[in-house]
Nanobody, 116 residues
Framework: QVQLVESGGGLVQAGESLRLSCADA?????????WAWYRQAPGKQRELVAR???????HYEDFVEGRFTISKDNTKKMIYLQMNRLKPEDTAVYYC?????????WGQGTQVTVSS
């Protein structure tokens, strides 16, 4: 299994934005997969952030509160997470994976740190 590669994290102030990217190097069946973003804050379990169904319907956890947008580019085999109005509690390592995540495909994640 080819690991997914996340990028785009960084250190920002509260209220600012970041756009995370995730590359699927294998690309096998990319457009037929339900993709998702997850995050893991220090001392906490990894949790779902957003999901993008194959028909384009998106789902977000309640804490997103309309601030994030998940999308993908089938040609580039990329998944994105646009994050606006970031809060300190969004600080975490962010990962992409499939819905019902494949344990063999977890990447290194990308660190997002939001200062108050």
């Amino acid at each position: 299994q080819v690991q997914l590669v996340e990028s785009g994290g960084g250190l920002v102030q509260a209220g600012e934005s970041l756009r995370l990217s995730c590359a699927d190097a294998s690309g096998v069946g990319f457009r037929f997969v339900v993709w998702a973003w997850y995050r893991q804050a220090p001392g906490k379990q990894r949790e779902l952030v957003a999901r993008l169904d194959t028909d384009g319907v998106t789902h977000y956890e309640d804490f997103v509160e309309g601030r994030f947008t998940i999308s993908k580019d089938n040609t580039k085999k990329m998944i994105y997470l646009q994050m606006n109005r970031l809060k300190p509690e969004d600080t975490a390592v962010y990962y992409c994976n499939t819905w019902n995540p494949n344990p063999d495909r977890w990447g290194q994640g990308t660190q997002v740190t939001v200062s108050s």
